[in-house]
């Protein structure tokens, strides 16, 4: 069974840091194989896209938003993908949640049905 686990939410002041993990396990493939998203949802919102890495080396793909303040890696080694977030926001905070999938093009990237596998979510609040 795949499990994809976020850790590493929390309450930090605006301009602040966090550094979100998601790891990933039951894989049917390689970690490198899978692209991964991250995805994020505030109070009364519908959840939206952050930012992805492609799968097998591929590029990184954010919104404009996250361009300049966030940055995703991942340790293929450990199935884990991290989500370094700086300067934050009053307005970056949401839930976030990682997803993979296998079989992602770059054009879907930011396509929340193109994921197989979610994360349960980790909280991230940000104050002023």
């Known amino acids: 069974q795949v499990q994809l686990v976020e850790s590493g939410g929390g309450l930090v002041q605006a301009g602040g840091s966090l550094r979100l993990s998601c790891t990933a396990s039951g894989l049917t493939y390689t970690f490198s194989r899978y692209s991964v998203g991250w995805f994020r949802q505030a109070p009364g919102k519908e959840r939206e896209f952050v930012l992805a890495s492609k799968s097998n080396g591929g590029s990184t793909y954010y919104t404009d938003s996250a361009k300049g303040r966030f940055a995703i890696s991942r340790d293929n080694a450990k199935n884990t993908v991290y989500l370094q977030m700086n300067s934050l926001k009053p307005e970056d905070a949401a839930v976030y949640y990682c997803?993979?999938?296998?079989?992602?093009?770059?054009?879907?990237?930011?396509?929340?049905?193109?994921?197989?596998?979610w994360g349960q979510g980790t909280q991230v609040s940000v104050f002023s």
């Open positions: 997803a993979a999938g296998s079989r992602l093009i770059s054009s879907s990237l930011p396509s929340q049905s193109a994921y197989d596998y």
